[in-house]
């Protein structure tokens, strides 16, 4: 339901509405991050995803709302020891999503944002759009950057194309899969002339993998 939902722009920032599975957010988190997790889900309990979320520094700092099947004590009880923020009783839709969210947006004078992100030698400061192996400062273009960090968040994963083009937000307008080739060799070059050895590797029919021990 959530990809079939319009983006919404209010006071100069844009809402954009994605699905959230079991293995976490399939893009990029730019910006403060709401997740509203149904009770009971078919890949992943509830109660489990908050707590996944929770343990995943891309999400940890979310506001995660609960929604409930009924209002009931014990569950809402659950939901907050799980790690929820608050709860609401479903069904919901986006008209509910974007009042919950513009009501919270009011009562927060600013959110707290992953600034860093680190795995091994590599550290991206996402307020300086700046990243660094090993001290080392790389020269990206902003498409490098963003495919740079999108990796660092999915270390030691098989990554297709179609996942890298998705993971950027890139669908619309869509592009070739073959320009993430491009991206792919600018990026190594820029890690090559920092002398990282090589993380990212190629798995032949499909994708890349950026190697992190």
């Known amino acids: 339901m959530a990809e079939q939902m319009e983006d919404f722009a209010h006071d100069h920032l844009r809402f ?8 976490g957010p399939r893009r990029l988190v730019e910006g403060p ?6 009770w009971v889900m078919e890949d992943c309990a509830g109660l489990e995803l908050c707590r996944r979320l929770r343990a995943d520094p891309r999400t940890a700092d979310a506001h995660i709302t609960m929604v409930l099947d009924q209002e009931n004590d014990e569950d ?6 799980a790690g929820a923020d608050d709860y609401m009783v479903g069904p919901i839709d986006r008209s509910r999503i974007l009042d919950r969210v513009l009501a919270l947006q009011i009562r927060q004078s600013r ?4 600034q860093q ?3 091994g030698p590599l550290v991206i400061d996402m307020a300086a759009l700046q990243a660094r192996w090993d001290g080392r400062p790389l020269a ?3 498409n490098e950057f963003r495919l740079l960090r999108f990796f660092a968040e ?3 994963k098989v990554l297709s194309r179609a996942d890298l083009i998705a993971g950027l937000g890139k669908q619309e307008p869509p592009i070739d899969e073959r320009t993430v080739d ?9 890690l090559e002339t920092v002398g990282a050895p090589r993380p990212l590797r190629t798995v032949r029919s499909l994708g890349y993998v950026f190697d992190i021990a």
Do not use: E, K
């Open 16 to 23: 954009t509405f994605a699905l959230l599975g079991a293995a």
């Open 33 to 38: 991050m709401w997740a509203f997790i149904d």
């Open 154 to 156: 999915n270390p030691n």
């Open 182 to 190: 491009v991206w792919i060799g600018r990026l190594r070059r820029a």
């Open 76 to 81: 809402r009880r659950r939901a907050l020891r």
């Open 117 to 119: 992100v680190s795995v």
């Open 140 to 142: 990206l273009r902003p």
């Open 111 to 114: 959110f707290q944002v992953p």
